[in-house]
């Protein structure tokens, strides 16, 4: 199994507030994706990084913000935590130079953040 | 419409059963990913192919690029099997899923 840790596990937070969910690996991967999951939707990409301090959007990104200060660590943070933003967060991370190029994705365990 | 389409949504089959799930995409790929997900969330990669065959003790997985389609066989199905199985294609630098197949296997 590769190595990637997500936390927290669970959260529950209030409209407004700041959410901040971390992910670790210890696998050395260049590439670490943010993704939400919804019910009928598939996976969807929120952010993604290439590198250290090297980020882009993805698809579903307003309202989140990233940040990769090392090489192992790939933060999410909700400013201001709406009840849309209730979902199933997964951090994932591939090698080289990313899944378009048909490396093998590995995916954290998940984050389930509830926003009331 | 969703770039990736799977199909069926939904799939129950006996213990012992073959199974397939199709996937369908309509933009150019570089690679195809099959994606296991368990209940309880956990999402394991199974398959990343781009052409022809691939095979992993009773899984199988297929590819057709020139009609743009992939499958993903389970011979010999077992309760263990049942999960959500999911296809994304990988698409300028990062995948975009299909909603995936909650498959259901009975004893």
């Known amino acids: 199994d590769a190595g990637i840790t997500q936390s927290p596990r669970h959260k529950v937070t209030e409209t407004g507030t700041p959410v901040t969910l971390r992910c670790h690996q210890t696998?050395?991967?260049?590439?670490m994706y943010w993704y939400r999951q919804d019910p009928g939707h598939g996976l969807r990409l929120i952010h993604y990084?290439?590198?250290?301090?090297?980020?882009d959007k993805g698809e579903v990104s307003d309202g989140y913000s990233v940040s990769r200060s090392k090489t192992e660590d790939f933060l999410l943070t909700l400013e201001s935590a709406t009840s849309s933003q209730t979902s199933v967060y997964f951090c994932a991370i591939s090698a080289g130079t990313g899944v378009n190029s048909g490396n093998t994705i590995y995916f954290g365990e998940g984050s389930w953040l509830t926003v009331v | 419409k969703n770039e990736v389409e799977q199909s069926p949504q939904n799939l129950t089959a006996q213990e012992g059963e073959f199974i397939t799930i199709n996937c369908s995409y309509s933009v150019g790929i570089s690679a195809l990913h099959w994606l296991q997900q368990h209940p309880g969330g956990g999402i394991v990669s199974l398959f990343m192919?781009?052409?022809g065959k691939k095979k992993h003790g009773r899984l199988i997985a297929t590819i057709n690029i020139q009609e743009k389609h992939s499958s993903l066989h389970i011979t010999a199905s077992h309760p263990r099997d049942s999960a959500v199985y999911i296809c994304?294609?990988?698409?300028?630098?990062?995948?975009?899923f299909g909603k995936g197949t909650k498959l259901s296997v009975k004893p």
């Open positions: 696998e050395n991967h260049r590439y």
């Open positions: 990084s290439y590198g250290v301090k090297d980020t």
């Open positions: 192919l781009s052409s």
């Open positions: 994304a294609g990988g698409s300028q630098g990062n995948l975009i």
